[in-house]
């Protein structure tokens, strides 16, 4: 929506309205000491419409944008090809509303893409049931832990090294309220951490991710078995949804409980959002699990239709009796979501998975012919870790004052630890070319 300003006529009218002589006197009960009584440093006073574009224009292209530069930023965020079509989809008037699209009168053309939202969410997963979508990944996993506290009554969750940084740092942020333990593993850069021996009786869950952060890909099985012979919950993580294209679905595993971020399907980069959790259970664990569920039924005359089957917020039910208050995610990021996959189909989203993979081999194979750069993965999907001979960060600033968008320095996340201190997180996705892997090529060998 676009800013329109108020008058002087306006604002004259409105303070006659409510009795007010000026704005300053509409204000009076916000203490003098409290207000700004000059201009901000650093912005102008009034400015036409044009003239603010033109300033933000130039903020803005203070910044390399991912389109305009060789990107391989990844770390749980991924550029990837949105077709226009899913755009144009989601703006119909029959979709694009900024009605709450949860209520007892939804209509059924929204209930009917969540429930299609669910079973692709089921299908990619391997799981047996799927909610109508999270805020995002990061909170999902949260969720995901306190609802595996509930089920086993148990308040210690073992996390893994190889877990994203972020999603770390929120469930030992909820679990510092919420009274439950986070036992966290160190940085698995290698990919070699063995959680079993660390499942005991005090466990109500274990949580990993596959890909990890640092790019390895595991089979958990062997965990899954030893979570439930002591009684706990396997949470698998699940960053770049687009892995599920080719890795086996974490339910085949024995997963209990898949949380993973959608925002690769359907949902540009945002600067962080807003980005679509996609969150999956075994039908056991059903009226554990957070958020909203929408399910099929027929009608008095027998015609299909869709309802709200399962909502367990306190809103919809007894407080002692919410499993979470934690609201579905913006209803448009999870339709973006299904379209997407929907005009990708099976074997396009194989296809896409395959893509993937093969120019992340590629320029794996690449960097790691560079002198005295070594990739640490021996099995990866779309994304790897590279170890420099020289600290990470400075070389990717390097590479940006290139306009190369070389990867991500692992010490941004994990501030301090000096052991990823040399560690590149590289992300290719289908996007990629050779006219952008030359250059960052070019530009390590010239900065390393």
Not at 150 to 171: C, D, E, F, M, N
Not at 228 to 257: C, F, N, Q, R, Y
Not at 377 to 396: G, H, I, M, Q
Request: proline residues 5%; contains cysteine; charged residues 20%.
């Amino acid at each position: 929506m676009r800013y329109l300003p108020l008058t002087d006529s306006d604002r004259r009218e409105m303070l006659q309205a409510i009795g007010a002589r000026s704005v300053d006197e509409l204000f009076r009960d916000v203490p003098a000491s409290a207000r700004l009584g000059a201009k901000v440093g650093g912005l102008p006073d009034h400015q036409g419409e044009l003239e603010v574009e033109r300033a933000f224009q130039a903020y803005a292209a203070k910044n390399v944008s991912p389109a305009a530069a060789p990107f391989f930023i990844g770390a749980g965020a991924y550029r990837h090809h949105v077709p226009s079509t899913v755009d144009y989809m989601i703006q119909r008037g029959e979709f694009l509303t900024s009605y709450t699209p949860y209520q007892p009168e939804i209509t059924q053309g929204t209930l009917q893409y969540l429930f299609e939202f669910q079973t692709q969410v089921t299908l990619l997963t391997g799981m047996d049931v799927a909610n109508a979508s999270m805020y995002d990944g990061s909170t999902g996993t949260t969720e995901a832990v306190l609802m595996a506290n509930r089920v086993t009554r148990r308040h210690k969750a073992l996390i893994s090294g190889g877990l994203h940084p972020q999603y770390r740092s929120i469930i030992e942020t909820t679990g510092k309220w919420e009274g439950f333990e986070s036992v966290v593993g160190k940085p698995d850069a290698e990919g070699l951490e063995d959680l079993i021996a660390r499942v005991d009786k005090e466990t109500s869950c274990v949580v990993v991710q596959n890909p990890s952060f640092f790019g390895h890909v595991r089979d958990f099985s062997r965990l899954a078995e030893a979570c439930h012979a002591a009684g706990a919950l396997l949470i698998v993580v699940v960053t770049e949804v687009v892995s599920l294209g080719l890795l086996k679905p974490p339910g085949e595993m024995g997963a209990d409980i898949v949380v993973c971020e959608g925002q690769s399907i359907g949902n540009g980069l945002g600067f962080g959002g807003p980005y679509v959790g996609l969150f999956a259970t075994r039908d056991k664990y059903v009226r554990q699990m957070p958020g909203r569920l929408v399910g099929e039924t027929v009608d008095a005359d027998g015609r299909r239709g869709f309802v709200l089957t399962l909502s367990t917020r306190e809103q919809h039910i007894r407080r002692e009796k919410a499993t979470s208050n934690i609201c579905t995610n913006a209803g448009l990021c999870a339709l973006a979501f299904t379209v997407h996959l929907t005009l990708l189909g099976e074997a396009g989203f194989r296809r896409l998975a395959e893509l993937n993979h093969a120019k992340a081999s590629e320029l794996a194979d690449r960097i790691g012919a560079l002198p005295g750069v070594k990739v640490l993965n021996d099995s990866f999907f779309n994304e790897f870790t590279v170890a420099l001979p020289k600290p990470a960060a400075p070389v990717v600033e390097a590479l940006a004052a290139k306009r190369i968008l070389g990867g991500l320095p692992v010490s941004r996340l994990l501030p301090g630890d000096k052991s990823v201190e040399n560690l590149l997180l590289v992300a290719v996705t289908e996007t990629a070319t050779e006219a952008g892997m030359a250059p960052l090529l070019a530009g390590l060998k010239e900065v390393l």
